[in-house]
């Protein structure tokens, strides 16, 4: 692998992000609202206005996927189907596609689950939908055939054998043989069709939002997990493409060695791709996974960057992350790849964690911006790239992420002499936290600075959205707009205004 020659056009030409831009991280569930978490609703569309309102022209969210049990978007149960918990119900209702919500009392309203609900939904949607939404909903389904009929039938069998994962089930299902799937798939055919319905929905109010937020001058900025999780539909109808024994068992699991974040290491769980296949295949399955990303979004963080380079393998009889070991991933053929086929697409690299020489030159050839967390910028000497002084224009900004604390929490943890030295670096001895590094992000050269919500709300630890090691207490933060009083917005678009980011 070389750099590339001067003047070689790259893979990714941010034309979106030439100009400086200022971006929000706020997940669709941490939106307010009356139920267990935020959805696609009025709420989401108050937000885009906020942003408009103060010059913000990027939100960024994370993976919009249907998650596990622990509720983390990392995890997914597919690598295209959206999260049914994040469609809004007033939508189905003012189409006339959940009159339940009209008939019933109140007492019984409150009984259903989304999930019943939804279940409704689909009945009225085939007694009282037009012509035109069928057909819609049938082209949307064959459109999406390629991945939807496997996700379809992996959900509900999955519903059959009570969550279980794919690989307890039993044998003649776990192996995908012809005739008990032919089978299953005549006798689920109802719920099939409902789990269809659900993502026809999902996209229907995506590309709502998305359009809504183009008209605005919102840009929305989604993230990709480099990998997938063992119990989800792609590994189930595709084991070939992973790391699997005989028996469909992970030899080796995916994570990274110790870090900033844990002594041990992070042991995520998740199968490795067994790349030589892929690239006899033309890499056709991570193709498709980025188009379903690119019909979603505007721009695309690649979660986990340096895995395209190399990956961290993992034994799987290991309970840490300790002892793995590193192992070269084709990254330079996918991304040309992606280059031929879609070419320029706007994609960021998450580049945090043990970033060699060779990520570097990967994420360079291909000119994608990388990421600088300020949070991580007063350990060592003036050479840390995540200070300001040592940012460039094409990377994006952050003072923290979703695995980080609040930058109010950070801060409180530090030593008195760290809290000078940070103070004394960014000048700002006036201004208290968070909001003198949300200064220092956006008055950074980097085009786009993005600030996670509980920062501009100038929140604490317990407003954390993730701690990554644990799994309990994780992506339940949520906002609520009193919090968005007028001296914080106006503060917000000031400091956009200040160092042209409108």
């Not at 085939?126 to 996700?151: H, N, V, Y």
Request: proline fraction near 5%.
């Amino acid at each position: 692998m070389t750099l590339p020659e001067e003047g070689q056009c790259y893979l990714v030409q941010l034309r979106m992000l030439e100009k400086r831009r200022a971006g929000i991280l706020l997940h669709i569930t941490s939106l307010p609202g009356a139920g267990g978490n935020g959805d696609l609703g009025k709420e989401a569309y108050q937000f885009v206005d906020f942003l408009n309102d103060t010059g913000v022209s990027v939100w960024q969210t994370l993976p919009l996927g249907m998650p596990h049990d622990d509720g983390s978007p990392y995890q997914c149960l597919s690598a295209h189907a959206g999260n049914p918990e994040l469609i809004n119900l007033d939508w189905l209702q003012k189409k006339g596609w959940l009159n339940v919500l009209d008939t019933a009392e109140g007492s019984e309203i409150d009984g259903l689950s989304r999930k019943e609900l939804l279940k409704h939904a689909y009945q009225d949607f085939l007694i009282f939908s037009k012509e035109s939404d069928k057909r819609d909903f049938k082209e949307f389904c064959q459109e999406k055939a390629g991945w939807l009929d496997d996700f379809a039938l992996f959900m509900s069998l999955k519903h059959q054998f009570n969550k279980r994962g794919w690989f307890d089930w039993p044998e003649q299902f776990r192996d995908r043989k012809k005739t008990p799937l032919l089978e299953a798939s005549f006798r689920l055919s109802v719920e099939i069709e409902e789990i269809k319905f659900e993502q026809y929905v999902f996209f229907c109010q995506w590309h709502e939002l998305r359009k809504y937020a183009k008209q605005k001058g919102i840009l929305l900025f989604g993230d990709i997990p480099i990998f997938v999780a063992y119990d989800s539909a792609e590994v189930w109808a595709h084991p070939e493409y992973f790391k699997l024994n005989s028996e469909k068992k992970m030899t080796v699991v995916a994570g990274v060695p110790p870090d900033y974040f844990s002594e041990t290491g992070q042991r995520w769980g998740n199968p490795h791709y067994d790349w030589n296949y892929l690239q006899e295949t033309g890499f056709q399955w991570w193709v498709e996974r980025m188009q379903t990303q690119l019909e979603l979004f505007d721009i695309v963080r690649i979660d986990h960057f340096r895995g395209l380079e190399a990956a961290w393998e993992i034994p799987a009889d290991e309970e840490t992350a300790i002892n793995g070991t590193w192992v070269k991933a084709p990254g330079e053929a996918l991304l040309n790849t992606f280059k031929d086929t879609f070419g320029a697409i706007p994609l960021v690299a998450e580049d945090l964690g043990v970033i060699t020489p060779e990520v570097e030159i990967l994420r360079d050839q291909f000119g994608l911006p990388g990421m600088k967390i300020l949070q991580f910028a007063f350990d060592g000497g003036t050479d840390n790239p995540y200070l300001p002084h040592n940012h460039t224009e094409n990377c994006v900004v952050y003072t923290g992420t979703h695995d980080n604390d609040t930058t109010l929490g950070w801060f409180e943890s530090l030593s008195d002499d760290m809290k000078h030295y940070v103070y004394e670096y960014l000048g700002f001895p006036q201004l208290e936290m968070p909001y003198a590094l949300v200064h220092a992000a956006f008055e950074s050269i980097a085009n786009l600075a993005v600030i996670p919500m509980q920062d501009v709300l100038g929140l604490g630890s317990t407003d954390r959205m993730n701690t990554p090691g644990t799994i309990e207490g994780n992506w339940a933060w949520r906002f609520n707009w009193e919090q968005v009083t007028e001296e914080k917005s106006n503060r917000l678009a000031h400091m956009v205004d200040l160092y042209g980011r409108r």
